[in-house]
């Protein structure tokens, strides 16, 4: 698994497509094994998602993704999780653990936010309970990642 996080003086930056950097942390058994700091092209319509694709990521935790930016995505079946703000770090291992916080103050993977989400189960780290089907075109395994 390869996870990239868009960063900015070295906390999750607040925009996908403008980042100035990702950290890009390769993932073996649930385990960080190293984290490459990676300087993208300039910003350009469709440009990052299709960047990172190619750069093998395969799940995105950014705090924001522009609407545009998450069809490439669902197309290239890159999972992304949107409301994840702090330290990069700590959010992959939250990830990972399967505890990852999303902030309700930006849209959550359902392209909603959690006071408007249908789901009547407790909200775990993709917005909803894993016993629900998570939605959302391209997302093999759930938009949080994990085999629901």
């Given at each position: 698994?390869?996870i990239?996080?868009?960063?900015?003086?070295?906390?999750?930056?607040?925009h996908?497509?403008?980042?100035?950097?990702?950290?890009?942390y390769?993932?073996?058994?649930?385990?960080?094994v190293?984290?490459?700091?990676d300087?993208?092209?300039?910003?350009?319509?469709?440009?990052?998602?299709?960047?990172?694709?190619?750069?093998?990521?395969?799940?995105?935790?950014?705090?924001?993704?522009?609407?545009?930016a998450?069809?490439?995505?669902?197309?290239?079946?890159?999972?992304?999780?949107?409301g994840?703000?702090?330290?990069?770090?700590?959010?992959?291992?939250?990830?990972?653990?399967?505890?990852l916080?999303?902030?309700?103050?930006?849209?959550?993977?359902c392209g909603?936010k959690?006071?408007?989400?249908?789901?009547?189960e407790?909200h775990?780290?993709?917005?909803?309970?894993?016993?629900?089907?998570?939605h959302?075109t391209?997302?093999?395994?759930?938009?949080?990642?994990?085999?629901?």
């Open positions: 698994m390869k990239a996080i868009p960063v900015e003086e070295g906390m999750i930056s607040s996908f497509g403008h980042t100035k950097e990702f950290y890009i390769d993932v073996e058994d649930k385990k960080i190293r984290r490459v700091n300087i993208p092209p300039e910003h350009k319509p469709g440009v990052i998602p299709r960047y990172l694709y190619l750069l093998g990521v395969d799940t995105i935790l950014a705090t924001k993704i522009g609407d545009s998450k069809r490439i995505l669902d197309t290239l079946k890159v999972n992304y999780i949107v994840v703000k702090g330290e990069p770090t700590d959010n992959v291992e939250a990830f990972l653990s399967g505890y916080e999303v902030s309700d103050e930006v849209s959550s993977c909603h959690d006071d408007d989400c249908d789901h009547d407790g775990t780290c993709c917005g909803h309970s894993h016993e629900d089907e998570c959302g391209g997302r093999q395994k759930g938009c949080c990642g994990h085999n629901h």
